[in-house]
């Protein structure tokens, strides 16, 4: 979390390690005037912008965030802000947005790649390790192999760590109402790099497979809603390692994604500086304008961008009958989650109340939902 006058950092007892330093540092907050333009663009209540080495942010109530890296950050607040509001802002998109700019990643969870037909082992064996699965039904498990792109996540209450297996690179080829690219996670294991960390060997994706799952994973089964660190994330892995970009495209044309790497390298562009890898395809302005906001899309209003997106780029009937089911009927895990201990088709009537109530609460993102839509159908042409 974020130190604030809400909630003061406490003082070591060793000495802190250089990423924990580095933030501490550089999230130090003082009040101050904050301006409403960055970069020649002028922003609106709950709007931000990112450049270079700064990050300007005006949320609701005439709040304004300002970080530039180096100086810590200004915050500008009324008398009388509730601090619980602005604990909100700094723990959240402020703490993100340092961490991008100083070549960090906030870790929600550990993902892990694992061979498909080892998958469900690997689970039990973790679960064996004291991490409590989501759910131990072994016809779920296999529905998991089948139908998604990794295992229901594992927590470890003694550590605090969740992991996940991922046995796939993105989401299935049928998950979709339209084509989703497939990465090879056998290839992308084979090709894996030994790295050291904290006295262990692990085994990482080398730097250009690395590059081609962040582009298709946060398009095809994100469209982008997993947040502007995709762009940090690929920044700062091209200015530390060596990404071979002409064979890049080559394997994004090959493969059906090139528009989405030019529009994730635009993005990038916008953000942070112009990468060493010409784009063929140049995104429209409102294209681009379109993907950066739904980078940072209201969590309430990302299952109705996703019921649109899908919708608007079904390329089939069958597809397009996939997508409504999707909105309509629960997968597996969310059963096993929510259910209660109830059948799939015990737990559909609360299901679906629960998805019109939330679709009903949700009529006011259809404008987000649509800009998400048109993100999906560009990549798609």
Same mark, same amino acid.
């Given at each position: 979390?974020?130190?604030?006058?809400?909630?003061?950092?406490?003082?070591?007892?060793?000495?802190?390690?250089?990423?924990?330093?580095?933030?501490?540092?550089?999230?130090?907050?003082?009040?101050?005037?904050?301006?409403? =333009? $960055?970069? +020649?663009?002028?922003?609106?209540? #709950?709007?931000?912008? !990112?450049?270079?080495?700064?990050?300007?942010?005006? %949320? *609701?109530?005439?709040?304004?965030?300002?970080?530039?890296?180096?100086?810590?950050?200004?915050?500008?607040?009324?008398?009388?802000?509730?601090?619980?509001?602005?604990?909100?802002?700094?723990?959240?998109?402020?703490?993100?947005?340092?961490? =991008? $700019?100083? +070549?960090?990643?906030?870790?929600? #969870?550990?993902?892990? !790649?694992?061979?498909?037909?080892?998958?469900?082992? %690997? *689970?039990?064996?973790?679960?064996?390790?004291?991490?409590?699965?989501?759910?131990?039904?072994?016809?779920?498990?296999?529905?998991?192999?089948?139908?998604?792109?990794?295992?229901?996540?594992?927590?470890?209450?003694?550590?605090?760590?969740?992991?996940?297996?991922?046995?796939?690179?993105?989401?299935?080829?049928?998950?979709?109402?339209?084509?989703?690219?497939?990465?090879?996670?056998?290839?992308?294991?084979?090709?894996?790099?030994?790295?050291?960390?904290?006295?262990?060997?692990?085994?990482?994706?080398?730097?250009?497979?690395?590059?081609?799952?962040?582009?298709?994973?946060?398009?095809?089964?994100?469209?982008?809603?997993?947040?502007?660190?995709?762009?940090?994330?690929?920044?700062?892995?091209?200015?530390?390692?060596?990404?071979?970009?002409?064979?890049?495209?080559?394997?994004?044309?090959?493969?059906?994604?090139?528009?989405?790497?030019?529009?994730?390298?635009?993005?990038?562009?916008?953000?942070?500086?112009?990468?060493?890898?010409?784009?063929?395809?140049?995104?429209?302005?409102?294209?681009?304008?379109?993907?950066?906001?739904?980078?940072?899309?209201?969590?309430?209003?990302?299952?109705?961008?996703?019921?649109?997106?899908?919708?608007?780029?079904?390329?089939?009937?069958?597809?397009?009958?996939?997508?409504?089911?999707?909105?309509?009927?629960?997968?597996?895990?969310?059963?096993?989650?929510?259910?209660?201990?109830?059948?799939?088709?015990?737990?559909?009537?609360?299901?679906?109340?629960?998805?019109?109530?939330?679709?009903?609460?949700?009529?006011?993102?259809?404008?987000?939902?649509?800009?998400?839509?048109?993100?999906?159908?560009?990549?798609?042409?």
């Amino acid at each position: 979390m974020l130190p604030s006058a809400a909630r003061p950092l406490p003082q070591p007892q060793t000495a802190l390690h250089p990423a924990v330093a580095l933030m501490a540092r550089e999230t130090r907050v003082r009040d101050g005037r904050v301006a409403r =333009a $960055l970069g +020649g663009i002028t922003l609106h209540d #709950d709007s931000w912008v !990112l450049r270079g080495s700064e990050f300007l942010m005006r %949320a *609701s109530g005439e709040i304004g965030l300002h970080y530039r890296r180096g100086e810590g950050i200004t915050l500008e607040r009324p008398d009388g802000t509730d601090p619980r509001t602005i604990a909100l802002w700094l723990n959240g998109p402020l703490y993100a947005a340092i961490a =991008a $700019l100083n +070549g960090l990643r906030p870790m929600r #969870d550990l993902d892990l !790649l694992v061979a498909e037909d080892r998958a469900i082992e %690997a *689970s039990q064996v973790l679960a064996e390790a004291r991490f409590i699965p989501d759910t131990t039904d072994l016809a779920t498990l296999r529905q998991a192999v089948a139908d998604d792109h990794q295992l229901p996540a594992q927590y470890h209450p003694g550590l605090g760590v969740t992991i996940e297996f991922h046995h796939r690179l993105g989401d299935p080829p049928q998950r979709r109402g339209y084509r989703v690219p497939q990465l090879d996670p056998a290839g992308v294991m084979a090709r894996a790099v030994a790295v050291e960390c904290g006295g262990a060997t692990i085994f990482c994706p080398a730097s250009q497979d690395l590059s081609a799952h962040m582009i298709v994973h946060a398009l095809h089964g994100h469209r982008l809603d997993c947040g502007p660190l995709v762009l940090a994330d690929l920044y700062f892995l091209a200015l530390g390692h060596a990404v071979d970009w002409s064979e890049l495209r080559n394997q994004a044309e090959r493969d059906g994604w090139a528009r989405g790497l030019d529009l994730v390298l635009a993005l990038v562009e916008r953000s942070f500086g112009s990468l060493p890898a010409p784009l063929a395809y140049r995104p429209p302005p409102a294209v681009l304008d379109a993907a950066e906001a739904a980078l940072l899309l209201d969590p309430e209003a990302r299952g109705q961008a996703e019921t649109l997106s899908d919708l608007t780029a079904s390329q089939s009937g069958p597809a397009l009958a996939r997508a409504v089911l999707r909105r309509l009927v629960p997968d597996p895990q969310v059963v096993a989650q929510e259910g209660g201990g109830r059948s799939l088709w015990a737990f559909w009537p609360v299901w679906v109340v629960r998805r019109l109530t939330r679709s009903f609460r949700q009529r006011g993102h259809a404008t987000e939902a649509r800009a998400a839509a048109e993100v999906m159908r560009w990549i798609q042409a």
